[in-house]
């Protein structure tokens, strides 16, 4: 069965890094457009980035561009998020998501992990 | 474009049926809207995309409707385990995709 396996998670103070993985396994991982989401009390699901199937496309909400960077290793099933210069903001459950269609990315998320805490606290 | 979801919380007993409703404000394209359920403690799950289309393994208690702005989410009876948050979302071909703020459906 589909399983997305996210890690990385923690306490980091602002202005920090870090960084994010999600390992995927059931399904070919190498045909989906992948996406992480975030979901905080008080701005409820957002959605924050994408990646083409090949890793040759990459797309971030206005709230993280230039600070946040998405990538993928096909080789490994494995999808990344780095995080730069982290605000209070973010502070969030950080989801991975496969897209619904393969070779392409609509943003339907399909199958979700189960997510990783980030806190972002002095 | 702006997702408003009514309403905030529905208090229902099970075997009730649920109307969810997912307003947008301005029309989506090829009804690009999905729904997704979320218990407590867990991730999101996709029931619906295309407006009603159902996703893989969803039951047909529940259903989608609407074209243009508005949007249903039906579930015709509640069962113990439908008591959760419901979020409708628009997709397109390109970013930002973009979430209503969810309606909860609680036990009276």
């Known amino acids: 069965q589909v399983q997305l396996v996210e890690s990385g998670g923690g306490v980091v103070q602002p202005g920090r890094s870090l960084s994010l993985s999600c390992v995927a396994s059931g399904f070919s991982f190498s045909i989906y457009g992948m996406h992480w989401v975030r979901q905080s009390p008080g701005k409820g699901l957002e959605w924050v980035a994408v990646?083409?199937?090949?890793?040759?496309?990459?797309f971030y909400a206005d709230s993280v561009k230039g600070r946040f960077t998405i990538s993928r290793d096909n080789s490994k099933n494995t999808l990344y998020l780095q995080m730069n210069s982290l605000r209070a903001e973010d502070t969030a459950v950080y989801y991975c998501?496969?897209?619904?269609?393969?070779?392409?990315?609509?943003?339907?998320?399909?199958?979700w992990g189960q997510g990783t805490q980030v806190t972002v606290s002095s | 474009i702006v997702l408003a979801q009514s309403p905030g919380t529905l208090s229902l007993s099970p075997g009730e049926r649920a109307t969810l409703s997912c307003r947008a404000s301005?029309?989506?394209?090829?009804?690009?809207l999905a729904w997704y359920q979320q218990k407590l403690g867990q991730a999101p799950r996709l029931l619906i995309y295309g407006a009603s289309t159902r996703a893989a393994g969803i039951p047909d208690r529940f259903s989608g409707s609407g074209s243009g702005t508005d949007f249903t989410l039906t579930i015709s009876r509640l069962e113990p385990e439908d008591f959760a948050v419901y979020y409708c979302q628009k997709y397109s071909a390109w970013p930002p995709w973009t979430f209503g703020p969810g309606t909860k459906v609680e036990v009276k």
């Open positions: 998501a496969n897209d619904l269609y393969s070779k392409s990315s609509w943003g339907v998320f399909d199958y």
């Open positions: 990646i083409s199937y090949d890793g040759r496309n990459t």
């Open positions: 301005q029309t989506l394209s090829s009804n690009y």
